[in-house]
């Protein structure tokens, strides 16, 4: 099993920045890909970013391309999601996940985090 905590959600205003970070422990995540997803108020969980084992490979959704960077250390086991250029309608709990591969993970991850809330003001 992998545990994946979370953190760095809160509220800011829009235009600001926030950066999560979410902490893998138990079963080791070497070679895993990592990924953050969000979810808004009434609908379904989407993926936002990916990053794969060695840092190589990243992958973002179309909605926050230029606005969000995905980075990873691996000595920490630890994933980061830097968000800038927020917008109201990037308000969702932000979710944490592991998975295979690069095209695994933004269907089918292994291993969810609890989340964390973002919440972007007007």
């Known amino acids: 099993q992998v545990q994946l905590v979370e953190s760095g959600g809160g509220l800011v205003q829009a235009g600001g920045s926030l950066r999560l970070s979410c902490a893998a422990s138990?079963?080791?995540?070497?070679?895993?890909?990592m990924a953050w997803f969000r979810q808004a108020p009434g609908r379904e969980r989407d993926f936002v970013a990916a990053?794969?084992?060695?840092?190589?490979?990243?992958r973002y959704a179309d909605s926050v391309k230029g606005r969000f960077a995905i980075s990873r250390d691996n000595a920490k086991n630890t994933v980061y999601l830097q968000m800038s250029s927020l917008k109201v309608e990037d308000t969702a709990v932000y979710y944490c996940?592991?998975?295979?591969?690069?095209?695994?993970?933004?269907?089918?991850?292994?291993?969810w985090g609890q989340g964390t809330q973002v919440t972007v003001s007007s």
């Open positions: 996940a592991v998975g295979e591969n690069m095209v695994r993970i933004t269907t089918t991850p292994d291993y």
């Open positions: 138990g079963r080791t995540v070497a070679g895993y890909t």
């Open positions: 990053i794969s084992w060695s840092s190589i490979n990243t």
